[in-house]
């Protein structure tokens, strides 16, 4: 039963409330205008109780062990006394809840922490709608207490930028022995890494990880760091056997201090607010645009004229774009 009442929601998530942060995740997720609404009050009246959380981005190809990874990772760090809240971005999955719903299943341990919060991504829709719904998660997750906030792209293509743009610390998570290992990474997503991390450096695959660190390293060179502040550093572990995950996460930890000490933290937090608005925007008028009556009324005859010849496409989208003004309030 969805409450009417914003303030339950708000009440609930800032006194940690599990099963209200639960419906108010869901609420988020509903495309009713009604509950969007209510979310976006929920939202603006829990901005001032997050931002305080480690925001960590992590990607990797298949295979990489990402779920055992994260798994090793977020029970560590509730060892630690940490709360720690797992969310995904992935725009591909038709699937119910995407892949981190068997991510729960693998992350066995770690799903039944009581310091521990993992929700899948919205089951389907575009990049950007599902972006837009991890944004506020993680406000959510931030308000009711979550200090750790670990977000998995479990797409491919622009998810990691995506998924980039939302975090403090984008991870890249790498396997030695997967054939030439520079074809499986992309020069951009080099650009984007904070750190690339060599995984299952464990048994007689040690020698081979560490080939591939240096690899990764050399690879590095010829990529522009992501800040003037931080030099990527790439290290290996062992997700399986926990060795070097606490090596990991003190480097995530020193590149905060670095970004927090120079105001590059946050500058980066207010780029990516103005950013998230300004996406937010062109997704609303790209919305308004397709239901405005008078568009759909005109848009398969001007469509029509363009694609045969009949009108100059600059002609068409401005006519088009004027039909929208009525539509604008003043």
């Not at 990607?59 to 797992?86: D, N, W, Y």
Request: glycine share 8%; proline share 4%.
């Amino acid at each position: 039963m969805i409450s009417k009442d914003p303030q339950y929601y708000v009440r609930g998530v800032i006194e940690g409330d599990r099963r209200i942060l639960a419906k108010t995740i869901t609420l988020i997720e509903s495309s009713l205008y009604a509950h969007q609404e209510m979310a976006r009050t929920i939202i603006d009246q829990l901005l001032p109780y997050a931002a305080k959380a480690v925001r960590l981005g992590i990607t990797g190809i298949p295979g990489v062990g990402k779920s055992t990874f994260i798994e090793s990772l977020g029970m560590m760090l509730v060892k630690k006394q940490h709360r720690v809240a797992v969310l995904a971005v992935d725009p591909s999955s038709k699937r119910s809840g995407g892949s981190v719903l068997a991510d729960k299943t693998r992350m066995e341990k770690l799903a039944v922490e009581e310091r521990a919060f993992i929700r899948p991504s919205p089951s389907s829709g575009t990049l950007g709608g599902v972006a837009r719904k991890t944004r506020e998660t993680m406000i959510v997750c931030e308000a009711a207490g979550y200090d750790v906030m670990i977000v998995e792209t479990v797409g491919v293509g622009q998810s990691e930028t995506t998924v980039a743009s939302m975090v403090d610390f984008f991870l890249v998570l790498m396997i030695a022995g997967a054939g030439d290992e520079l074809q499986g990474i992309k020069k951009g997503i080099l650009e984007l890494a904070d750190a690339v991390v060599v995984n299952k450096a464990d048994g007689g695959n040690i020698q081979k990880a560490e080939l591939a660190r240096q690899q990764y390293e050399n690879a590095l060179h010829f990529s522009t760091p992501n800040s003037p502040n931080w030099t990527p550093p790439v290290m290996t572990c062992s997700a399986l056997e926990m060795t070097g995950i606490d090596v990991v996460w003190q480097t995530v930890l020193n590149h905060r201090d670095k970004l927090i000490n120079t105001g590059e933290l946050e500058e980066k937090r207010q780029k990516q607010a103005l950013d998230w608005m300004w996406a937010l925007i062109e997704e609303g008028l790209k919305e308004r645009f397709y239901k405005n009556a008078e568009v759909a009324k005109v848009l398969p005859k001007i469509t029509r004229a363009v694609k045969n010849g009949e009108t100059a496409a600059t002609l068409a989208a401005s006519n088009l774009l004027l039909l929208l003004e009525n539509d604008l309030p003043v």
